[in-house]
C-alpha cells in the first residue's frame, strides 16, 4: 500500500479485486444508461417530420417539455451528457496522471455529472429558454405523409411513448405488428418488441422509462433516510445522555413497525404518488441507519483525533460532521445500496398493489400489476420481472462488494 | 432469570407508549369529515366513499369529535356560541345566504357575535368568500356544514347551555327550533329505549325512564285492558323472558304478535319493579310496537306546539341526566387529560378492546383478527420451519466446502434468491404452476378447495399441503436466502477459531467437529435473526397473500387499509407492534439461554 493513500482508496482497491461487485458497478451503466437515453430509445415524437409546408422537429422540442419532473430531471441528464463526456475524458487524464484513484476519478466525476444535471434544471424551468413544444399533443398521422408522397417521420429505434395509447393493439404478444391496412400514424409501422399492455401502450418502452422512476425512488428515498440517519444517529452518538435515551428510543418504537405495512399505510393515506412514496420511505427507515451510526460515533467519540480537535477549541458542529462522521460512515454506505435494492423493490410492489405511480404514469410495479390480473399475457409479467430482478441484484451485488471491501478482517487475509 | 424478563416488561411500557403516539399520529390521516370535504375543503386525504351516517358512527366511535390531547372544553362558556348556532341551525340556506350579505356589513352587536361565532369555526377562505357577493352562496352552504359540524364535535358540553337559551326565549319560536336541532345534533341517542343485547341492571334506570316519560305523555290513548286479555297476555309473555338469544327472541316475539292495544300490560311491566328479564322483553317489545317513541328533532318551519312538544322531551331528558351534564369540579379536572382522543385511544389500544369495523357490517375488530391470525400463523410457522430447516444445513455445507464448486453454487443460487422479490416469485409460480403457462398443477386463489369443510382429516391435510405449498415457499425464500447466507458467514467464523483447530488436532471426527464444536456456537447469532425476519414476514405477507387470495393478517392489513378501516387498521398496527416486541424479548431471552457466556445481569438494555 502506497503511503498517500486514503481510506477509501484501501476501500476501493478492496472493491476492485471483487470481480463480481466491480462487474455489478459496470452493470449499473447500462441501466443509468436507459434511464438517462430514453428519449433516444423510445419516443413517439418523430426527430425529424415534414408536413408539407414546413420541418419539424418535436422530440427535441418535447425533450425539455415534460409534465412529470422525474421525466424532466433525466431529459435535462441526457441534454447534459454531450457536455460532460468530452471534458470528463479529459479531465480523466490529468487526474490519472496525478495518481488519483480509479473509484475516486468515478465518484467525482458521477458528482459533475449530477450538479451539471441539477444546473439545467434550474436553467430550463425558466420557460422563456426552452424551446416550446407545440406538438405534444399531435398524432403524427400517416395520410398527411401520405398527400406530401416521400416525407415521413424520421424515429428513434422505438417510436413509441410511455403513455401512448392504442386501442388497436390491446394486449398483444412480442414482435406484435400493425397489418399494413391498419396503419394510421406515422409510428405504426414498427413492431411491439415486448408486446402491448391492456391499452395499447409498448411495453418496452413502459419499461425503459420505468427505469427511470425505479432509479429515483431507490437513490432520493435512501438519500433522504441516510441524511436523516446520520444526522439523528450522530447526534445521539456525540451528545448522549437524555438526547440518546430519547433518540434510542424513537429507534426502537419506529423499527418496530413492520416497514413495509407502514409504508403502505402511510402511502395509500397521504395519496400515492411516487413523490410521497419517495418521501414516506425515506422518513421510515432512517432508524435502522440512526442506530448504525450511533453505535460507530459512540465508537469514535473516545479516539484521541477527537480529543485533539476538542483541545483545539473546535465547536461540535464541526467535530461532529468534520471529524467524527466521516470515520463512521461505513456502515451507513454499506447499507445503502441493500437500501437502494429495497426501495425499487418497495416501490415496485406499491404500485403492484395499487397504491404506486399513479396510472398512465409508467413503472414497472404498474406492469406487473396489469400482469396480476391477466395472467394469460405472460409478457406483462416476465419483462419487468427481469428488469427488477437485474436491478435488484446489482445493487445487491455493489452491497455486499462494499461490505466484504470494508471489513478490515477480510481484508487482512488477502 | 425472571427478575429480568420482569424487568424487559417493564421496559416496554415507555416504548408501548411511544407505539401508541405513533399510531395516534396514523390516526390523524385518517380522511376528513365528508361533508367537509363535500363543502369544497381538502379537508382529508385519499377519497371517502364512506356515507354521512357511517362517518358519524365511526367518528363517535373513535372519539373524533374530541380535541386532541387537551379537552378544554369542560371549562368553556357554550353560551354564545350555541346563540349563534342555535340561530344558524333555525334558517334555511336561503335566509343564510341573506345572513352573509348583512354579516358582511356587520352593523349591530348581534351579528359581530355570529361573526366572531363564524370565524371561530376556521371555514376555509372564509373572509374572502365574505367580501365577495359571488361566493356568498357557496359559503352559506359551508356555514352550514360548519355548524352542523361544531354542534357535532361540542357533543354534551353545550347542553346546559342549549337548554338554558331554550327556557329563555319563551316567545321566540326560531330560537327554539335552532336550539333543538343543536340538542340533536349534540347528543346521541337521548333517551334509551332498549337494553344492549348483553343486558344489565345498570341499564334499567335509562330505560325506565325513557318509557316513563313516554307512558306519561301517552297514557290516555290507551285504555285499560280487562283481566281475560290481561291474563291472556301474561302466559304469552312469561316463557318469553327465559329466551336469552336476542334474534329467536325477536322471531318469537313476531310470533306471539303483540299489538299496540297491549301497551299498558307492557308497560306496567316494563316500570313496575319486575325482574331484568321481563324489562328487557318488555322493552324491546314496546320498541318493536313504537318506531319512534319520542320525537327529539323539529324541521326549521316546525309549528309551535310540536316545538314545545319536543322542547318538553329535552328538559326531561337533560333533567334526569343532569348529573352527566354538570359533572363535579374533580371530574372536570380528571377529563381535561381523559377525555381527549388519545386518552380514548390508548385506553382501547391497552384494553385490547379495538371496538368495531368502519365497514358496514360493523364486525368486531377483534373478531377479523382472530379469524386472520387462524389463517395467517400456521402459514407463517411452516415458513419459519421451513427457512430454519433449509438454510442452516445450506449454510452449513457452504462453509464446510468453502472456496469448492459446491459452495459457488449454492452461494450463487442463494444470491439470486436474495435479489428475487418475493412477489415476483409468487407471480411466476401463479403463471407457471397455476394458471396454466404451462402448468397447471396448484389452484390459483385460497386455502381451501371447495367443499373442504366436508372432507376427512387425511384429505383435508393433503388438500390444505396442495394450496398451502406456494405462499410457503414464497413467504420463506427471501429470508431463507439471508439466513444460509448469514449462518455460512457465521460458520466460517466459527471454523477459523483456535478450539476447532485444538478439536481437530484431538483427533475428534470431522462430524462430531461441524456438529458439536462448530455448529452449536454457530447457531449463536442465527437465533437473534429471528426477531427481525417477523416484521419483514408480517410486511412481506400482505403481497403474498394478497397475490395468493389467503384471507390472512396480510390481506386484511390490504383490505382494511384499501377500503380506509381504520378501527381495523389501528388495531393491526398495533398487534404487529406488539408481536414484534415480544418476539424480540424471546430472541433475547433465547440468547441468553442458548449461550452461557452471556448472563441475565449483563444483557441489560438488549
Known sequence: MGKDETYWDIVWKQF????????????????????????????????????????????????????????????????????????????????????MSGGRRLWFASLQYVALTLTLCALFSISALRPQNLHASRTFTEEEVAS????????????????????????????????????????????????TDNAGRDILTRIVYGTRISITVGLVSVGIYLSIGCIVGALAGYFGGRLDLLISRVIEVVLLFPSFFLILTLVALIGPSIYIIMIVIGITGWPSIARLIRGEVLKQRSADYVSAARALGFGHTRIIFRHILPNSLSPALVAAPFGIANAITTEASLSLLGFGVRPPAPSWGSVLRLASENYQYWWLLVFPAIGIFFTVTIFNLIGSGLRDAMDPRLRSMR | MWTYVIRRIVAMIPTLF????????????????????????????????????????????????????????????????????????????????????????????????????????????????????????????????????????????????????????????????????????????????????????????????????????????????????????????????????????FTRLEEAGFDREDMPFLAGKLLSSGSLPERFVAAVTMKLLVAQPLRMDVPIDARPEAVADVAENWKVHYESNSTEYHPSGLTRAVRVLTDTQYAHMVVRLATFNFGRSALTTREPVSERIWAAVKVSAPLMLLSQALIYLIAVPLGVVCAVRRGRPADYAISLVLFMLYSMPSFIVGMLCLMALCYGKPFKWFPMLGLHSEGAAGMTWGTWLVDYGWHSILPVICLALFNLAGLAMYSRSSMLDVLGQDYIRTARAKGVREFHVIFKHALRNGLIPIITLFSSFLPAML????????????????????????????????????????????????????????????????????
Open chain 2, 539 to 606: 410486511g412481506g405477507s400482505v403481497l403474498v397473500e394478497y397475490l395468493f387470495g389467503i384471507p390472512g393478517m396480510g390481506r386484511l392489513s390490504f383490505y382494511s387499509i384499501e377500503q380506509k378501516d381504520f378501527p381495523t387498521l389501528m388495531a393491526l398496527i398495533y398487534i404487529d407492534a406488539i408481536v414484534v416486541m415480544l418476539s424480540i424479548l424471546l430472541s433475547d431471552l433465547l440468547y441468553v439461554v442458548v449461550d452461557p457466556r452471556i448472563s441475565f445481569s449483563a444483557t441489560g438494555e438488549g
Open chain 2, 18 to 249: 411511544g407505539v401508541t403516539v405513533v399510531s395516534f399520529c396514523i390516526m390523524q390521516l385518517a380522511p376528513g369529515d365528508p361533508l367537509m370535504i363535500q363543502a369544497g375543503s381538502a379537508g382529508g386525504a385519499g377519497e371517502s366513499t364512506q356515507t354521512r351516517e357511517a362517518f358519524l358512527v365511526q367518528k363517535r366511535d373513535l372519539k373524533l369529535d374530541k380535541p386532541l390531547v387537551i379537552n378544554l372544553n369542560y371549562y368553556r362558556d357554550f353560551a354564545s356560541p350555541m346563540k349563534s348556532a342555535a340561530y344558524f341551525e333555525a334558517r334555511s340556506i336561503d335566509q343564510v345566504r341573506e345572513d352573509v350579505a348583512v354579516l358582511a356589513k356587520a352593523a349591530d352587536a348581534e351579528s359581530i357575535a355570529r361573526l366572531a361565532f363564524l370565524r371561530s369555526l376556521k371555514i376555509p377562505d372564509f373572509d374572502s368568500s365574505l367580501t365577495n357577493p359571488d361566493k356568498h352562496g357557496a359559503l352559506a352552504r359551508k356555514i352550514q356544514t360548519w355548524v352542523q359540524i361544531f354542534c357535532e364535535d361540542t357533543g354534551a358540553h353545550g347542553v346546559p347551555a342549549t337548554i338554558a337559551l331554550l327556557d329563555a326565549t319563551e316567545g321566540d319560536l326560531h330560537q327554539k327550533i335552532g336550539a333543538i336541532r343543536c340538542l340533536s345534533r349534540m347528543v346521541v341517542a337521548p333517551f334509551v329505549f332498549t337494553y344492549s343485547s348483553h343486558p344489565s341492571e345498570a341499564e334499567t334506570p335509562k330505560v325506565v325512564s325513557a318509557w316513563k316519560e313516554w307512558w306519561r305523555k301517552n297514557e290516555k290513548k290507551f285504555p285499560p285492558l280487562d283481566e281475560d286479555r290481561r291474563q291472556a297476555l301474561e302466559r304469552k309473555f312469561t316463557p318469553l323472558t327465559t329466551e336469552l338469544d336476542r334474534s329467536t327472541l
Open chain 1, 16 to 99: 476492485r479485486n471483487n470481480r463480481f461487485a466491480y462487474g455489478a458497478v459496470w452493470s449499473l451503466a447500462p441501466i443509468v444508461a436507459l434511464a438517462v437515453f430514453a428519449p433516444l430509445i423510445c419516443s413517439n415524437q418523430p426527430l425529424v417530420f415534414s408536413d408539407g409546408t414546413q420541418r419539424l422537429f418535436p422530440w427535441f422540442r418535447a425533450l425539455f417539455n415534460q409534465e412529470q419532473a422525474v421525466d424532466y430531471l433525466f431529459n435535462m441528464a441526457l441534454v447534459g451528457f454531450p457536455v460532460w463526456l468530452p471534458a470528463v475524458l479529459w479531465q480523466n487524464r490529468r487526474w490519472a496522471k496525478r495518481g
Open chain 1, 148 to 195: 406530401q408522397g416521400s416525407s415521413r417521420g424520421t424515429y428513434v429505434p422505438v417510436p413509441f411513448g410511455p403513455t401512448e395509447q392504442d386501442l388497436g393493439t390491446v394486449f398483444k404478444g412480442p414482435m406484435f405488428r400493425k397489418p399494413e391496412s391498419e396503419w394510421r400514424k406515422s409510428n405504426d409501422g414498427f413492431p411491439h418488441l415486448l408486446g
